[in-house]
C-alpha cells in the first residue's frame, strides 16, 4: 500500500486522521444543509439571526482545515463535492448547490491564507486566520445563492457563529486536549520531550 504525502511534517498516522477528518467535514456540512433546510433563518439573540446550520457549517470550515492538514487540496476539494453530493439528496438542490459554492470560494481563499500561516506560525494561528477571512465569504456566498436575506443581522449572525462558536472554541479544545496529551506522553516518558 502506498503511503499518504503528509502535508505536515509533524503529522503521524496519517489516513486515520484524514478518514476521520473527512467524515468530520462531510457529517457537518449535510448536517448544516437538512437543518437549515427544515427551519431556514432562526433567531440566536442580541437580534442576531443565523441559518439553523450555522453552527455545523462554522465547524465544517474547521474540519476542512484538518482535512486540508492531512491531505492537502485536492482533498479537502473532494471532501467538498462529496458534502455537496450527498446534501444534494439529502436536503435540497438549491441548498447543496449554495453551499457547495460558497465552500470552495471559502476554501480558495483558505488555501491563499491557510497553507503559508500554518508553515510558518502553527496550524491553529493557520486555521483561526483562514476562517476569520473565509467565514465571511462563505457567509455571502451562501446566503445570497440560498436565496436568505443579506442583511446586518444575518451576516454578523453567521460570522459570529461560525468564526466563534465553531472556530474558536473547538479550536481551544484541540489546544488543550493537544497540551494535556503531550503533557501525558512526556510524563510517560520523558525522553520523548
Known sequence: MRALPVRDATARHSWPLLAISV????????????????????????????TAGTYAAGFALLARDFVHRFGGRTWALAAIAAGGGISW?????????????????????????????RRTKGFLKGALASNIVSAPIDTFAFLSLAGFPLTTETV?????????????????????ARRVWTARRISADPTAA
Do not use: H
Not at 98 to 114: G, I, K, N, Q
Open 23 to 50: 467524515v468530520l467535514y462531510v457529517s457537518a456540512v449535510v448536517l448544516a444543509n437538512i437543518v437549515t433546510e427544515r427551519l431556514g433563518l432562526v433567531p440566536v439573540g442580541f437580534g442576531l439571526m443565523v
Open 89 to 117: 439528496v439529502l436536503s435540497s438542490p438549491a441548498l447543496a448547490l449554495a453551499s457547495t459554492v460558497a465552500f470552495v470560494c471559502a476554501e480558495l481563499v483558505d488555501l491563499v491564507v491557510y497553507e503559508p500561516i
Open 156 to 176: 454578523t449572525g453567521q460570522f459570529v457563529g461560525k468564526v466563534l462558536w465553531g472556530t474558536a472554541l473547538p479550536l481551544c479544545v484541540y489546544w488543550g
